[in-house]
């Protein structure tokens, strides 16, 4: 009689990652064939359109009303009662089956409606897809197996493989009839104060959301070990939201009345972001998470001139924080001080910017003679330069292994800033005022990059960034204006850097690593460079995908990762790209309309040149 071989843990781990592996790329394969045949085939009958995207619909309900997991997992029964063992109330719905039956009825109406219903299928089906791939990978992956998802022997649960059938026939049903409809558009000539309503409750859904989507799921950990799926099936939900208004025109008319509207919509941003602490995310948690991502956004904008606007490769950009925080501590009054000099917040965080930009002067100069990766290497030498020079205390400014801790909080008019709020009968976190003061300094970092990208040297920057030699024929001063973006971009750096070391109250050269340049310039391309509000979003997302998919363990920074190759892939023109960047790299005019669909024919006889609109 043989004997059983025990395997260590290891090799049952890697066997298990190895068979999930095979079965993803089977389904991989499978699903790419069908769309080889399916596609061309629907293609030429734009009416199957409907009876596809009202089966999509019914059999998404269907999937919802069923349940999801057969049994309880590892960390305890699935959320939303999707476990079979707890699914007593099928109609009881909440959380991600909430959302894919809201879905179903969605796709089911949009049919009937005259709308481009295609392109909203299509986003309605890809929202569809990623709840289910989400509440399917992850029971399988928290121990539970395929059988968690299909059957264990006794019970059977096929909610999710139900719902990743709907997501499929939904995304069929935008294939019927080949090239999707023209997206919508809306009459902009509307009265201004209808204008400015509309734009009011847009921001303040806007808020509502970002609220919803930072409060979703908790924080994690022992409280909710399902936060990370519950927060990435809500974020799959909205994308496909947001991806239908955007179908519909209705996103893209709402931005069109911004951009008429510019300095109206830049005030009622700034008065709903200041709202944010008085939803449901107003915790000392998020604020201070909040207040971190103004920090980078700041940080991030100042970036975006010297690589999204002038083009210049910059590794090393963190340090221009870390002088400004360094600066700002020590003319802070802190008792490691190697000044002894205790100045106004204001004005340490004036002289931290100048400071600071008279360094990114120094490192702009080597830009006149290089360029492209050797200019990466200079700034990236640059970066790991003053990171040595802050650990070796060299000055005796930075103090060295021990930092410059107790960096005294801001306080102006008797309040302090790292102290709770009570106004009236509202008691508002620890933290709030820091970061009511990073809206503003986000805001008036806004207001200077919008300005000079406007100004004549903010194209004089974009021509340097498309073709140097080009604009020095042209007559540009490239070499001065290369050296001022390195300037500009680090003066904003080094104010950011004033209010992060009074924040932090702890200053130390660890905090200001080459991973922390990367993750800005992730920022700024992810955003998308010369946007401001992408640099924004970008420096948010970074920021908070990390702290929401904490409940993934040692997943967490493969997903992450994972998460921004898909949105490279798919999206190189970032998220919220400037016109620049929108038709270079995704072939779209200003408004985000594709080029193709900006050319019609000409029905004059004899005459089939396109025209443009």
Do not use: C
């Amino acid at each position: 009689m043989n004997d059983w071989i025990e395997y260590p843990d290891g090799w049952i781990w890697l066997g298990q990652i190895l068979l999930i592996g095979a079965a993803i790329a089977a389904v991989v394969l499978l699903v790419r064939l069908l769309w080889r045949v399916a596609t061309p085939y629907l293609a030429k009958r734009p009416t199957f359109d409907r009876p596809l995207g009202i089966a999509g619909g019914v059999v998404a309900v269907i999937g919802a009303l069923l349940p999801w997991v057969t049994f309880v997992l590892n960390d305890g029964p699935y959320p939303d009662k999707a476990t079979l063992q707890f699914f007593d109330s099928p109609w009881a719905l909440s959380g991600f089956r909430l959302h894919t039956l809201i879905i179903g009825v969605l796709a089911v109406v949009v049919v009937f409606l005259p709308l481009p219903k295609r392109r909203v299928l299509r986003a309605l089906g890809a929202s569809t897809i990623g709840i289910a791939l989400v509440n399917m990978l992850f029971p399988i992956i928290d121990g539970g197996g395929f059988g968690a998802i299909t059957s264990d022997g006794e019970t059977f649960a096929f909610g999710g493989i139900i719902t990743l059938i709907a997501g499929v026939l939904l995304v069929f049903a935008a294939k019927a009839g080949g090239v999707l409809e023209p997206i919508p558009h809306w009459k902009r000539a509307i009265p201004t104060l209808v204008a400015y309503a509309v734009l009011v409750v847009a921001f303040v859904v806007l808020l509502l959301v970002v609220a919803m989507m930072l409060n979703s799921g908790g924080q994690g950990g022992v409280g909710n070990p399902y936060a990370g799926p519950v927060f990435l099936s809500l974020l799959a939900f909205l994308a496909g939201v947001f991806g239908a208004l955007h179908a519909v025109g209705l996103t893209g008319w709402i931005s069109a009345l911004s951009d008429n509207h510019k300095w109206f919509s830049v005030v009622v941003l700034l008065v709903v972001a200041l709202g944010l602490p008085f939803t449901e995310a107003g915790t000392d948690y998020w604020m201070t998470t909040a207040a971190n991502i103004g920090v980078y956004a700041a940080t991030a904008i100042g970036l975006n001139i010297v690589v999204g606007l002038a083009g210049l490769l910059d590794l090393g950009y963190v340090a221009f924080l870390g002088i400004g925080a360094f600066v700002a501590a020590n003319f802070s009054g802190a008792a490691a001080s190697a000044i002894g000099i205790e100045l106004p917040f204001v004005v340490a965080a004036l002289i931290a910017a100048v400071v600071a930009g008279i360094f990114g002067a120094v490192v702009g100069s080597p830009t006149l003679r290089v360029r492209g990766d050797y200019l990466a290497i200079v700034t990236l030498a640059f970066g790991e330069i003053f990171k040595k020079a802050a650990q070796n205390n060299i000055g005796g400014v930075t103090g060295g292994a021990n930092a410059i801790p107790n960096v005294p909080p801001i306080n102006w008019f008797g309040a302090s800033f790292d102290k709770p709020l009570t106004i009236g009968s509202i008691e508002l976190p620890s933290g709030v005022l820091y970061y009511v003061l990073i809206i503003v300094l986000v805001a008036l970092v806004m207001v200077v990059f919008a300005n000079l990208k406007n100004a004549r040297i903010g194209r004089a920057w974009i021509a340097i960034r498309e073709d140097e030699d080009a604009a020095r024929a042209m007559g540009i001063k490239t070499g001065q204006a290369k050296i001022l973006a390195f300037l500009i971009g680090a003066m904003l750096a080094g104010l950011a850097g004033a209010v992060f070391a009074h924040k932090t109250s702890t200053v130390a050269y660890d905090s200001f690593q080459f991973i922390e340049s990367v993750t800005l310039l992730a920022a700024v391309i992810l955003g998308g460079m010369g946007s401001i509000p992408g640099a924004v979003l970008g420096a948010a997302l970074l920021l908070v995908l990390p702290e929401k998919l904490r409940e993934f363990s040692d997943w967490r920074l493969m997903l992450f990762g994972l998460a921004l190759v898909l949105i490279m892939r798919f999206r190189p023109q970032g998220l919220v790209p400037d016109r620049h960047r929108r038709a270079e790299l995704a072939n779209e005019g200003a408004e985000g309309v594709p080029i193709e669909e900006l050319n019609v024919h000409d029905d004059t006889p004899g005459d089939s040149k396109a025209v443009t609109r």
